[in-house]
């Protein structure tokens, strides 16, 4: 079996990087791709494990573990080095959604950014009134959100912590003094990215002084970035929230010929929530994830719940029995025809609903717990047939504000994801993210700002119908980011924890890994490795370079309009074993698991 050979590849990304369909519209991806590491391997443990995107970071945490920390003093180390070392990802200029476990509870924390006091619904319109452009909007102070991320993990770490804060800061002030070599993906994602040489800090930080992106394997010191660091961990975090770093901020978004509205009193009285997680049945397991203002928690679980249905109407759409088949691909297995059309589906229907009542539940009522009932789900599930439905309507559940507009802006976001397990079973699922690669663009301090306004619908009413993803002040944007931890229904044991970046894409993503990993017993880099496929409701789509003509071609005779693209998913995953834990990482990024 022959598949596209990287020009191909290539190509029909150029051909498919924004694809309408029922007015839908695909970005390009969040982030570029960098390559595919073929012949991963699971990494074992028996005590603790963590799971990052980048190495240095997987190490620090581990050794917070090997300290005697507890998993969310693994995750604040790992965040900390992710800020220097994978800036374009996720930092303390960005938010988060933090999972916990805490052997009894799951708990939530919501460190979303939030919009400043004096925006309002118009931010992102045109005198005209047409929405702007996404990079006019993101590039500069206009895109800058309150973030949020240091809060949510200063509150985590209050009530779970076990090591003193300050300690958690020293593996990546160790990293930003002494330097840290720059990896291929950060080379060629500043390599790509066109807007760096307009941005004088970053510019001076990732250039050489030909303009030239600086070689990967180049020793790169951020001394800016090591004093923050140093400030926050003596000071802790209204280090960050007032005072110099505080003002710097303030100042680089509003002095930008883009400028924002980003003040002082906006980050002042910024707080990260705890929220009541979103979990629900899938066979065997119960799934936990989080809950508005992310849609991750509640899109995992319709897609799940709707797949459950299918099964129960019709046995032999069972995903169980449609096990993955070998292919000569640099993933190994391929899923079959049937189980992409049956996730494709019902992810249609999940984002079809997304689009419609899914915001910031402070702002918007969101029905989680109708759009979550098995009963629902089992009647948007009849809607299911052998062929595509090619474009889903949103469901009317109880309760709905049938007022709302559905939101028809792009779907983006970059992000991170992180996992960690520690010696006393706690565990943590954490996604976190800037927005777009490289966030604002704006650099303070050693970090980057993030762009996370632009998660906001542009268009903020249709036919006088207000979208509920609208930008209104203190609001939190919506999101796809969905950590999730999976738990065995008899028992109530741990069984997963997992998570990946990739913008909108990021549902997919998730449900793609739990399948792997429950329906067809992948081991944590199996699911990882697997091709990415789904639907956001605009088309079909499938891994450029991993789908094979043949699938392509079934889909395609069975209605779907397939679109091949790049999908940079980024899955990290621990899972229980007999002995321990067992770890993966996504071989499109540089993450590993690492463990003892």
């Given at each position: 079996m022959k598949f596209?050979t990287?020009?191909?590849?290539?190509?029909?990304l150029a051909?498919?990087?924004?694809?309408?369909?029922?007015?839908?519209?695909?970005?390009?991806?969040?982030?570029?791709?960098s390559?595919?590491r073929?012949?991963?391997?699971?990494?074992?443990a028996?005590?603790?494990?963590?799971?990052?995107?980048?190495?240095?970071?997987?190490?620090?945490?581990?050794?917070?573990?090997?300290?005697?920390?507890?998993?969310?003093?693994?995750?604040?180390?790992?965040q900390?080095?992710?800020?220097?070392?994978?800036?374009q990802?996720?930092?303390?200029?960005?938010?988060g959604f933090?999972?916990?476990?805490?052997?009894?509870?799951?708990?939530?924390?919501?460190?979303?950014e939030?919009?400043?006091?004096?925006?309002?619904?118009t931010?992102?319109?045109?005198?005209?009134?047409?929405?702007m452009?996404?990079?006019?909007?993101?590039?500069g102070?206009?895109?800058v959100?309150?973030?949020?991320?240091?809060?949510?993990?200063?509150?985590?770490?209050?009530?779970h912590?076990?090591?003193?804060?300050?300690?958690?800061?020293?593996p990546?002030?160790?990293?930003?003094?002494?330097g840290?070599?720059i990896?291929?993906?950060?080379?060629?994602?500043?390599?790509e990215?066109?807007?760096?040489?307009?941005s004088?800090?970053?510019?001076r930080?990732?250039?050489?002084?030909?303009?030239?992106?600086?070689?990967?394997?180049t020793?790169?010191?951020?001394?800016?970035l090591?004093?923050?660091?140093?400030?926050?961990?003596?000071?802790?975090?209204?280090?960050?929230?007032?005072?110099?770093?505080?003002?710097?901020?303030?100042a680089?978004?509003r002095?930008?010929?883009?400028?924002?509205?980003?003040?002082l009193e906006d980050l002042r009285?910024?707080?990260?929530k705890?929220?009541?997680?979103?979990?629900?049945?899938?066979?065997?397991?119960?799934i936990?994830?989080?809950?508005?203002?992310?849609?991750g928690?509640?899109?995992?679980?319709q897609t799940?719940g709707?797949?459950?249905?299918?099964q129960?109407?019709?046995?032999?759409?069972?995903?169980?029995t449609?096990?993955?088949r070998?292919?000569?691909s640099?993933?190994?297995?391929?899923p079959?025809?049937?189980?992409?059309?049956?996730?494709?589906?019902?992810?249609?229907?999940?984002?079809a609903?997304?689009a419609?009542?899914?915001?910031?539940?402070?702002y918007?009522?969101?029905p989680?717990m109708?759009?979550?009932?098995?009963?629902?789900?089992?009647?948007r599930?009849?809607?299911?047939?052998?062929?595509?439905?090619?474009?889903a309507?949103?469901?009317?559940?109880?309760?709905?504000?049938?007022?709302?507009?559905?939101d028809?802006?792009p779907?983006?976001?970059?992000?991170?994801h992180?996992?960690?397990?520690?010696?006393?079973?706690?565990?943590?699922a954490?996604?976190?993210?800037?927005?777009?690669?490289?966030?604002s663009?704006l650099?303070?301090?050693?970090?980057?700002?993030?762009?996370?306004?632009?998660?906001f619908?542009?268009?903020?009413?249709?036919?006088?119908?207000?979208?509920?993803?609208r930008?209104?002040?203190?609001?939190?944007?919506?999101?796809?980011?969905?950590?999730?931890?999976v738990?065995a229904?008899?028992s109530?044991?741990l069984?997963?924890?997992?998570?990946?970046?990739?913008?909108?894409?990021i549902?997919?993503?998730v449900n793609?890994?739990?399948?792997?990993?429950?329906?067809w017993?992948?081991?944590?880099?199996q699911a990882?490795?697997?091709?990415?496929?789904?639907?956001?409701n605009?088309?079909?789509e499938?891994e450029?370079g991993?789908?094979?003509p043949?699938?392509?071609?079934?889909?395609?005779?069975?209605?779907?309009?397939?679109?091949?693209?790049?999908?940079?998913?980024?899955?990290?995953?621990?899972?229980?074993?007999?002995?321990?834990?067992s770890?993966g990482?996504d071989?499109?990024?540089?993450?590993?698991?690492?463990?003892?």
């Amino acid at each position: 079996m022959k598949f596209p050979t990287p020009a191909l590849a290539a190509l029909c990304l150029a051909a498919t990087s924004t694809w309408a369909w029922a007015d839908q519209l695909l970005p390009a991806p969040p982030e570029v791709q960098s390559g595919y590491r073929s012949g991963l391997q699971p990494v074992h443990a028996s005590r603790h494990m963590v799971a990052a995107a980048n190495p240095l970071a997987s190490e620090a945490g581990r050794a917070m573990l090997r300290a005697g920390g507890s998993a969310i003093d693994a995750a604040i180390a790992m965040q900390m080095v992710l800020t220097l070392v994978e800036p374009q990802s996720s930092g303390i200029g960005g938010g988060g959604f933090i999972l916990y476990w805490d052997g009894q509870q799951v708990q939530a924390y919501d460190g979303r950014e939030t919009a400043p006091a004096t925006v309002t619904e118009t931010l992102f319109l045109q005198p005209d009134g047409s929405p702007m452009p996404f990079r006019a909007a993101q590039i500069g102070g206009r895109s800058v959100a309150v973030p949020g991320v240091l809060r949510a993990l200063k509150m985590a770490h209050e009530q779970h912590g076990k090591l003193p804060w300050g300690e958690l800061f020293k593996p990546a002030i160790a990293l930003a003094r002494e330097g840290f070599p720059i990896s291929q993906r950060l080379h060629t994602l500043v390599a790509e990215d066109p807007f760096i040489p307009s941005s004088p800090a970053m510019a001076r930080y990732f250039l050489d002084d030909q303009g030239k992106p600086l070689a990967a394997g180049t020793l790169l010191r951020n001394p800016e970035l090591a004093q923050t660091f140093e400030q926050l961990a003596e000071q802790g975090v209204e280090a960050f929230y007032t005072g110099p770093i505080a003002e710097a901020m303030v100042a680089q978004v509003r002095s930008h010929a883009n400028a924002g509205q980003l003040s002082l009193e906006d980050l002042r009285q910024y707080q990260a929530k705890t929220r009541t997680p979103v979990c629900g049945p899938y066979k065997a397991w119960q799934i936990c994830g989080m809950p508005p203002p992310s849609s991750g928690g509640v899109g995992v679980l319709q897609t799940l719940g709707i797949l459950e249905a299918v099964q129960r109407a019709s046995p032999q759409r069972d995903l169980a029995t449609q096990l993955p088949r070998k292919v000569a691909s640099p993933a190994g297995l391929e899923p079959t025809p049937l189980a992409v059309h049956l996730v494709a589906e019902a992810e249609r229907l999940a984002f079809a609903d997304r689009a419609q009542y899914l915001a910031d539940s402070d702002y918007v009522p969101v029905p989680v717990m109708a759009l979550t009932d098995p009963a629902y789900l089992a009647g948007r599930a009849t809607l299911i047939g052998d062929s595509s439905m090619k474009y889903a309507r949103p469901g009317t559940p109880q309760g709905a504000n049938l007022a709302l507009a559905p939101d028809r802006s792009p779907l983006r976001i970059s992000t991170s994801h992180l996992s960690a397990v520690d010696d006393s079973g706690q565990a943590l699922a954490m996604t976190t993210s800037v927005e777009a690669a490289f966030g604002s663009h704006l650099m303070v301090k050693g970090f980057l700002l993030n762009n996370q306004l632009t998660d906001f619908s542009f268009i903020p009413q249709e036919n006088g119908r207000p979208v509920a993803n609208r930008v209104e002040p203190g609001k939190r944007p919506l999101s796809a980011m969905a950590p999730t931890l999976v738990f065995a229904r008899d028992s109530g044991e741990l069984v997963a924890s997992l998570g990946s970046p990739g913008g909108s894409q990021i549902i997919g993503y998730v449900n793609k890994a739990l399948v792997g990993l429950l329906d067809w017993q992948l081991d944590p880099q199996q699911a990882a490795n697997l091709p990415n496929f789904g639907s956001r409701n605009a088309g079909t789509e499938v891994e450029a370079g991993l789908a094979s003509p043949a699938l392509i071609r079934q889909l395609a005779a069975w209605g779907h309009e397939v679109t091949p693209l790049t999908m940079t998913s980024g899955m990290q995953i621990i899972q229980r074993t007999a002995d321990g834990w067992s770890g993966g990482a996504d071989p499109r990024r540089e993450g590993v698991a690492l463990g003892d």
